[in-house]
Structure formats: C-alpha cells, structure tokens
C-alpha cells in the first residue's frame, strides 16, 4: 500500500483539492482558491438557455402522461379486458358488510357477509330448530319479518349497523324479499 503525503501543512489540505497520480505515488496539493467551504465542492456548468429552445415534442411520440381520473377509452378497454373498474375495486371497501338472502320451497335464510374478509357476521334462518318448531309455516310472510329481526338483532350484537343488498340479475325488491328488508330498516339497521 501506497501512504499519502503532502508537503503543505495539514490545515490547508483540502480533500477534493490533493491529486493521487498513478504511476508515480506521489501526492500534488494545490491550494485553494477560498477559505469558505463552498469552495470544496467541483462547479457545475449550468446553462440558462430559455425553455423555448427547446425542441418540440408532440404527445403522440413515444409514452404520454395520462391523467389518473380520465375514463378509459373502449380500445383501451379491449386491450385489458380483465381490469377491473374503479367501481369494482372500491365497493368492497366503500360498503363493506353484504346481506345475502335465500328463499327455499322449506325456508327461509338471510346472512350477513363481510366483503373483504369473506367471514360470515351472523346468520338468521327458519330452518332453525328453535324457529322451525315454533313457527307455523317457514315460508310465509310472518316467517320474513322474523328472519328481518333476527338478523338485525344480531347484526348489532357485532357492531355492524350499515349493510348493503345487491340484488341479483333481474331480481325486483317485492314481496318476501321487500318484507326482509323492509324488517331490518325497521329495526335500526342502514342500507348503503
């Protein structure tokens, strides 16, 4: 190994200013030009040449900025059949708890989801053993507005007070399933 030695003393040695030659090992310091530590630092050729002189670039040429909130353009669209919407990707976090209803010939069964998670929050069904002895009939009317109570009623035992309800493809909101749901509005529950 090669040891480094200056002439001039220690003070006035400046690290960006001391040279190491290659050849010969031996160690030039030149002086410098200020005592401030600004000094130190090498110059940079800036030029303040006007942004006019700039060539023209088009936004067709090569990639383009798009603003993040425009909406997609159906060619767009085409290329990636598979993105989903904004709509798709937010609503399980915008309305996160789901309420499935299922009518059977036997029963009746509603049932409260959470989206992200898929963990059911509670369940309420005539197909019960408490409820099916206790109910005359599993299917009608009085057996909606049970079920409506009972999954608001359990719905509050865990905290949830706001749920949404998709209904499916050409489903109307009326009768058995107006009755359901109109029951759980009544009994505090919000419909987002």
Same mark, same amino acid.
């Given at each position: 190994?090669?040891?480094?030695?200056?002439?001039?003393?220690?003070?006035?040695?400046?690290h960006s200013s001391c040279?190491?030659?290659?050849?010969?090992?031996?160690?030039?310091? &030149?002086?410098?030009?200020?005592?401030?530590?600004?000094?130190?630092?090498?110059?940079?050729?800036?030029?303040?040449?006007?942004?006019?002189?700039?060539?023209?670039?088009?936004?067709?040429?090569?990639?383009?900025?798009?603003?993040?909130?425009?909406?997609?353009?159906?060619?767009?669209?085409?290329?990636?059949?598979?993105?989903?919407?904004?709509?798709?990707?937010? &609503?399980?976090?915008?309305?996160?708890?789901?309420?499935?209803?299922?009518?059977?010939?036997?029963?009746?069964?509603?049932?409260?989801?959470?989206?992200?998670?898929?963990?059911?929050?509670?369940?309420?069904?005539?197909?019960?053993?408490?409820?099916?002895?206790?109910?005359?009939?599993?299917?009608?009317?009085?057996?909606?507005?049970?079920?409506?109570?009972?999954?608001?009623?359990?719905?509050?035992?865990?905290?949830?007070?706001?749920?949404?309800?998709?209904?499916?493809?050409?489903?109307?909101?009326?009768?058995?399933?107006?009755?359901?749901?109109?029951?759980?509005?009544?009994?505090?529950?919000?419909?987002?």
């Amino acid at each position: 190994m090669s040891s480094i030695i200056c002439a001039s003393s220690p003070s006035s040695i400046s690290h960006s200013s001391c040279l190491l030659q290659p050849r010969t090992h031996s160690l030039r310091c &030149d002086k410098p030009t200020s005592l401030s530590w600004s000094s130190s630092f090498p110059k940079l050729n800036i030029s303040s040449s006007p942004i006019s002189n700039r060539p023209n670039r088009s936004p067709n040429t090569g990639s383009f900025i798009q603003a993040a909130w425009t909406r997609r353009s159906r060619g767009e669209a085409a290329k990636r059949p598979n993105r989903k919407s904004w709509k798709q990707r937010t &609503d399980m976090y915008m309305r996160p708890f789901l309420l499935d209803v299922f009518f059977s010939r036997r029963y009746i069964q509603a049932k409260l989801m959470h989206r992200g998670t898929s963990k059911v929050i509670s369940v309420a069904t005539t197909n019960a053993k408490d409820l099916r002895n206790s109910l005359p009939s599993l299917t009608d009317h009085n057996a909606c507005r049970v079920v409506g109570r009972l999954i608001a009623e359990r719905s509050k035992e865990a905290d949830v007070y706001a749920m949404a309800y998709e209904p499916r493809k050409g489903e109307r909101i009326e009768g058995k399933l107006g009755i359901v749901l109109d029951t759980i509005k009544e009994n505090g529950i919000i419909f987002v």
